[in-house]
């Protein structure tokens, strides 16, 4: 476990962690509102729910540029604030094209985040590189079901104002900047080495952790794009609620378990061959039945993605050299949430090539196979560069 010391940078990774997601998930908590209002159409809809996923695979890697410029914190800090502004500035958005880019803007700022915090955590924590990544994924899996779970019961509180929703959601990621910006460790300048922001793509390294995490990614986001048509186009539109719940929920015992395993875990085999295994049973499962049981297939696919998703995230700051995280990080995230918006479009053409519902899931189902043939190749112990002795390099 992290020294008493650490646990402020702990902290604070569990908090980025939360504004990586938060003010991303008010929006579809409100969407039928903005809808209504701008007069969105469904295709209006669907570009504004894709346009951070898109940023997230796109602007990754200009992200590490950033972070090889200005330092991981500096771009850290500046994604929060970034993330922040775009966020409240959606509130006072009068037509879709504003909504657009202020959406666009709150998604760069998350892009610029997310390579970021691979590196503070190396940076932060060495010797619990398993233990960092775990706890900011929590923050991430906190911040996906808070605004789910609070926005409904608080809109009556405000009027049913889409706008002051979306402000109160902008307000905790500005509060965690300041935070951030006031209680970060310090490293001496003289730990600290020369980055690059450029990826290796010709490293396999590269392409097996960004298609392994892009296996994950793409089971989760299409399973949750997906079951809600498939229930309802098989009968079982009670369920949709249910499935939902259960598909999301089901992430957060995988990552209470790894807040305590993370590191004896990380870089064994069989977690990743394991949850490969039942992640194609559940979806099976899913496929095969109509009752309960696809309500109990949901969370144990969430349950494999959300555990898979925290391993794989803390395996670039563990096999790459300190001056390659930030990179190989954004080169993963680039490759990752390519193949979460690429998935979906091969779900949704299978299912229209062959107008038989149960055919969406084939791809989810390849992902999950694709996950085990890669685990079951891939190095898991090969052995970065010696650490940055944070201990000594933090500043008082």
């Known amino acids: 476990m992290p ?26 908590a409100v969407i039928a509102s903005i809808r209504d209002e701008l007069q969105l159409t469904a295709t209006e809809v669907g570009m504004l729910t894709g346009l951070p996923v898109a940023l997230f695979a796109f602007a990754a890697v200009p992200g590490s540029l950033l972070i090889a410029r200005l330092g991981a914190l500096s771009a850290l800090l500046g994604g929060l604030f970034i993330t922040a502004i775009g966020s409240g500035l959606r509130s006072a958005s009068g037509d879709v094209m504003a909504l657009y880019v202020t959406t666009g803007l709150m998604g760069l700022g998350v892009a610029v985040m997310q390579p970021a915090l691979p590196p503070l955590v190396r940076l932060w924590l060495p010797r619990h590189v398993g233990f960092g990544t775990t706890v900011y994924t929590n923050g991430l899996l906190i911040g996906e079901i808070l605004p789910v779970a609070i926005t409904a019961p608080m809109l009556p509180l405000i009027g049913g104002s889409w706008r002051v929703s979306l402000i109160m959601w902008s307000l905790p990621v500005l509060a965690i900047a300041v935070l951030v910006a006031l209680r970060a460790p310090r ?25 392994m995490f892009g296996s994950v990614t793409s089971m989760y986001f299409t399973s949750n794009g997906f079951l809600p048509i498939y229930l309802s186009s098989i009968g079982r539109s009670d369920m949709i609620a249910g499935a939902l719940t259960a598909l999301n929920v089901g992430q957060m015992p995988a990552s209470l378990l790894l807040l305590w395993c993370a590191d004896r875990l990380v870089r064994r085999r069989w977690p990743y061959l394991a949850a490969g295994i039942l992640a194609l049973a559940s979806i099976v499962v899913l496929v095969a039945t109509t009752g309960p049981s696809i309500l109990v297939a949901s969370a144990l696919l969430g349950f494999c993605c959300g555990g898979i998703l925290t391993l794989a995230l803390a395996l670039p700051p563990l096999l790459c050299a300190p001056e390659d995280v930030a990179a190989t990080s954004a080169a993963v995230f680039t490759l990752s949430y390519g193949c979460a918006i690429l998935v979906p479009i091969v779900s949704g053409g299978a299912w229209d090539l062959t107008g038989i519902p149960r055919f969406a899931f084939l791809p989810i189902a390849a992902c999950a196979v694709l996950l085990m043939v890669l685990a079951a190749r891939f190095e898991f112990r090969r052995e970065a560069t010696p650490e940055v002795p944070c201990q000594s390099a933090m500043q008082g």
């Open 187 to 211: 490293i001496d300048p003289k730990f600290v080495q020369r980055v690059r922001w450029w990826p290796d793509w010709r490293s396999g390294l590269i392409w097996q952790l960004g298609l």
């Open 3 to 28: 020294t008493p010391q650490q646990f402020g940078a702990v902290a604070l990774l569990w908090l980025a962690g939360v504004a990586l997601r938060m003010p991303i998930l008010a929006l579809p």
